[in-house]
Structures are given as C-alpha cells and as structure tokens.
C-alpha cells in the first residue's frame, strides 16, 4: 500500500462507516485517540470504559507511530441489536511480527519502550484479533463493547474507504438474517462522490426494507430501487450452511469469491447497471464448505490478491481479513468496499 494522503477528517462527529485517520508520527494519533473517546461517551459508555476506549485507541496508534509503514487507523460504531460498542482497525505495511505470543507480553519491546501496548489492548478490548505477515504488515482488529453486554462473535465485517479518505463512500454493503440465512449485499454507486453515496444509501436502504426473497429477486427489486439515482453495481449472496451452499446474483463490476483451504472460487456477476441497464438477471449456486468465508468486493479493489499469500489468515475472523485485503488490493482512484462473512 503507497503513502496515504488524507488530511485529519474536517468533523468531530463519528458516522456508521466510521473515519479514516493517518498516523505517520509523533502526535499524529491523537485525532484518532479523541474521535474514538468521543464516539464511546456518544455512545453512553461509563466513564471507566470510555478511558478503556481512550487507552485502547493511545496504544493501537502508538503502535503505528513506532512500528508501522503507511499506518492507518479507523474508527467506528459497531451494533448488535439495541448494544453499540466502539471498533477500531489498525493497518499497516509495516515489517511484521515475528512472534504475536512474545510481542503480547508485557515488558516486551522492539523500540525501547515498555512494550505494553498489545497487552493492554488484550485486557481492556472485548474483543480483539491481529494477523501479521512479516514483510507485509499487520492488522488489529477490536471491539470495546460497554461492560455486561454479551459480545456477539465477529460473524461478517465490511469495510469502506472513500477515494479521497473524506468524502462521502460511492460504495456500501450490508447483511441481513433471512429465515436464518445470512444475506449480504455489496454496492457501488457508479462514479463516486456524493452522487454515488446517493445511489448506494439507496439500494441498502431497499435492501434493508425488501421482504425475504431470493438473491435474483432482490437484485431485481435493487434495480427497480435505484431508477431515480445514477446507478450502480450491486450484488446478493445468500449464505445457507443448512444446504452447505451459496447462492448468488450480481449485476455490474462486484466480484464475489468463497474462500476456503483450497482457495479462493470466483463468483458471475453479469454485465450492467442496476437503476439503468441490465441483462436478465440470474442466480447461481457454489458450494460452501462450513469452514468458509464468502467475500465481496468492489472494483475499488483489485481482484489480483493471492489467498495463498497469506498463510493463516482463514483461520482468523472476518473484521481481520475485510482489512487485509482492503489494504493490499484496495485501489487509489476509486472508493472501495470489502465484505467478509463466515459460513457458520
């Protein structure tokens, strides 16, 4: 990943996708550090938590400042029913970790510090997860839920990233139960900018609304949605573990793979634009093995990327692998969106 050249954001005020922020020196996370103690009091912490909040946001950028190459942090709300917790991604194409059981020691340190960030990550987080490749960065991903909440498991996790880091996403996504499936969508608002955010607010918002109906028919219902907008590409999994299957409707640019240990299987999104242009619309159906992940993404992210690049990295939760590969593959000229959601 080249250097990032965002500006701090121009607002306090923490939306649902969450804020991007820079962390390339000495002070440079403390915008990150506010934002996520701001959002955790917004969102009704106790004050003993949102300290938690605060340390936990201190040490992820401290970590960048001292470690990291290219080292971004983003913060977010995350929800479960009427619960919200903070969540916070720190990304870097720094030099790795050689060892994570070592480096989450207490005392441990490579840059004569006290070396006690990742332990006090660990203990203050409700949930918190990091995959590093040496050579090719690392990646943290944690929840901070207010305490007595149940902590759902990460069981999907997507990932936006606006082109120029601020303004509105052109892309977005989201995930529904259906009957017990797990049904996700993945968009991109043709263009990008405010119109495209348009388009895309509009077709999760009718994804949200539409009744439990098969991934064919929700792209059709996509299509007749977003006639009044600019248009977009959009694309509909529905993950059934029961049958052991997927089944899946794309129309335009969204790319759609199932991952597992024998790697990484493409999914047929058709040619078009829902909203303007569109061929019949069709479903297909690919195995899923219970130990999969089903992915989705934009054309804001290239679709080289080599599963086999990454040794271990299915075996870690979706938030950890949408930020891997939004990293690595995420493009500079376009919004980009990434989508991860277990089998089971």
Not at 104 to 126: E, K, Q
Not at 176 to 196: I, K, N
Request: glycine share 12%.
């Amino acid at each position: 990943m080249g250097p990032v050249t965002a500006a701090p954001p121009a607002t306090d005020e923490v939306a649902e996708n969450g804020l991007w922020f820079r962390v390339d020196g000495a002070g440079a996370g403390g915008g990150a550090r506010r934002a996520a103690e701001r959002l955790a009091g917004q969102l009704g912490f106790p004050p003993g938590r949102v300290g938690d909040v605060a340390v936990v946001a201190a040490e992820l950028t401290s970590n960048l400042v001292k470690h990291a190459v290219g080292g971004t942090l983003l913060v977010r709300p995350v929800r479960a029913g009427r619960h919200a917790g903070v969540e916070l991604f720190a990304v870097d194409s720094g030099p790795g970790i050689l060892d994570l059981r070592v480096s989450a020691r207490d005392g441990h340190s490579t840059a004569g510090t006290l070396g006690v960030g990742l332990g006090a990550i660990a203990r203050m987080s409700s949930t918190h997860d990091v995959y590093s490749e040496p050579g090719r960065g690392t990646v943290v991903a944690v929840q901070v839920w207010p305490p007595d909440v149940p902590v759902p498991p990460p069981a999907s996790c997507g990932v936006l990233r606006a082109m120029d880091w601020e303004s509105p996403c052109g892309d977005g996504y989201a995930v529904r139960d259906a009957d017990g499936r797990t049904q996700l969508l993945a968009v991109d608002g043709l263009g990008h900018g405010p119109l495209a955010a348009v388009a895309a607010q509009a077709a999760t918002a009718a994804f949200r609304a539409a009744p439990v109906e098969p991934p064919a028919a929700l792209v059709e219902r996509l299509h007749r949605a977003l006639s009044g907008t600019r248009g977009a590409a959009v694309a509909v999994a529905e993950l059934d573990p029961a049958a052991g299957e997927v089944r899946y409707s794309g129309l335009g640019n969204i790319a759609g793979a199932v991952l597992d240990d024998r790697g990484r299987r493409g999914m047929v999104s058709l040619p078009g634009i829902a909203g303007h242009q569109r061929r019949t619309v069709r479903e297909y159906r690919y195995p899923l093995p219970p130990a999969a992940l089903v992915l989705l993404h934009s054309d804001g992210v290239s679709d080289r990327w080599q599963l086999d690049d990454y040794p271990g990295l299915l075996d870690h939760p979706p938030p950890v692998v949408a930020a891997t590969v939004l990293r690595d593959a995420g493009v500079r000229r376009d919004d980009a969106c990434v989508l991860v959601a277990a089998a089971s």
